[in-house]
């Protein structure tokens, strides 16, 4: 008579060997998926400086929609993370190797590295084809001062000349004026190197929100 049940020690050994086999490529489908998820979608960033204090602190974590920006154009209010405006910055990233770049992104985007700090994130205050001035301690855009109510009462933006914002192109600012490197310092920043806009604030736990 024949059994219906089968030898347990070679079962046990083939199953150990086939999940063996399985981990690797669960593994690598994971980090695929979420560098997928991190080119595409949203990203994760930590808050490095004090330039948007008081909303966001040192060391909190943003989510960035990387999709906000395929449905409608900056608007004025937005939080956006764009690339390192300086010419170091520039130049450091097209020196580095292709592939290199690919895996450091992978290993970013699984958490294995910490994530580069080559991103700023800063406020939209001037939008293209807008002359954007400071005067009297506050922002004037096409001769009207902006209403900011993000900003600490009190606050005092530093003094600059007009200037007109080009096509595809964006004026951003710190919320703490007094300690930002912002267009006051580089300029209006190309659309094409925003990241996307800062969605909700995730960390610490305790103060998540929306943004």
Same mark, same amino acid.
């Given at each position: 008579?024949?059994?219906?049940?089968?030898?347990?020690?070679?079962?046990?050994?083939?199953?150990? =060997?086939?999940t063996a086999r399985e981990v690797p490529i669960l593994l690598v489908s994971a980090a695929v998926l979420a560098f997928l998820l991190k080119?595409?979608? =949203?990203? =994760?960033?930590?808050?490095?400086?004090?330039?948007?204090?008081?909303?966001?602190?040192?060391?909190?974590?943003v989510v960035v929609s990387k999709l906000a920006y395929q449905l409608h154009d900056p608007r004025r209010g937005d939080i956006v993370v764009?690339?390192?405006?300086?010419?170091?910055?520039?130049?450091?990233?097209?020196?580095?190797?292709?592939?290199?770049?690919?895996?450091?992104?992978?290993?970013?985007?699984?958490?294995?590295?910490?994530?580069?700090?080559?991103?700023?994130?800063?406020?939209?205050?001037?939008?293209?084809?807008?002359?954007?001035?400071?005067?009297?301690?506050?922002?004037?855009?096409?001769?009207?001062?902006?209403?900011?109510?993000?900003?600490?009462?009190?606050?005092?933006?530093?003094?600059?000349?007009?200037?007109?914002?080009?096509?595809?192109?964006?004026?951003?600012?710190?919320?703490?004026?007094?300690?930002?490197?912002?267009s006051r310092v580089f300029g209006p920043i190309p659309t094409s190197t925003v990241v996307g806009r800062t969605v909700v604030r995730v960390?610490?736990?305790?103060? =998540?929100?929306?943004?």
């Amino acid at each position: 008579m024949t059994s219906d049940v089968s030898s347990g020690g070679g079962s046990g050994r083939s199953s150990w =060997a086939h999940t063996a086999r399985e981990v690797p490529i669960l593994l690598v489908s994971a980090a695929v998926l979420a560098f997928l998820l991190k080119s595409l979608v =949203a990203q =994760a960033f930590y808050i490095p400086s004090g330039s948007m204090l008081p909303q966001l602190q040192i060391n909190d974590r943003v989510v960035v929609s990387k999709l906000a920006y395929q449905l409608h154009d900056p608007r004025r209010g937005d939080i956006v993370v764009f690339d390192c405006p300086k010419v170091s910055c520039v130049s450091q990233e097209h020196s580095t190797n292709r592939v290199r770049r690919v895996v450091r992104k992978l290993a970013e985007g699984v958490g294995v590295i910490q994530p580069s700090t080559e991103e700023f994130i800063k406020r939209v205050v001037g939008l293209p084809g807008e002359t954007v001035q400071g005067k009297d301690g506050v922002v004037y855009v096409d001769g009207r001062r902006v209403v900011e109510p993000y900003l600490p009462p009190n606050t005092i933006t530093s003094d600059f000349a007009p200037v007109k914002v080009p096509a595809r192109h964006l004026w951003v600012m710190g919320d703490n004026r007094t300690n930002s490197s912002d267009s006051r310092v580089f300029g209006p920043i190309p659309t094409s190197t925003v990241v996307g806009r800062t969605v909700v604030r995730v960390w610490p736990l305790g103060e =998540a929100a929306f943004l």
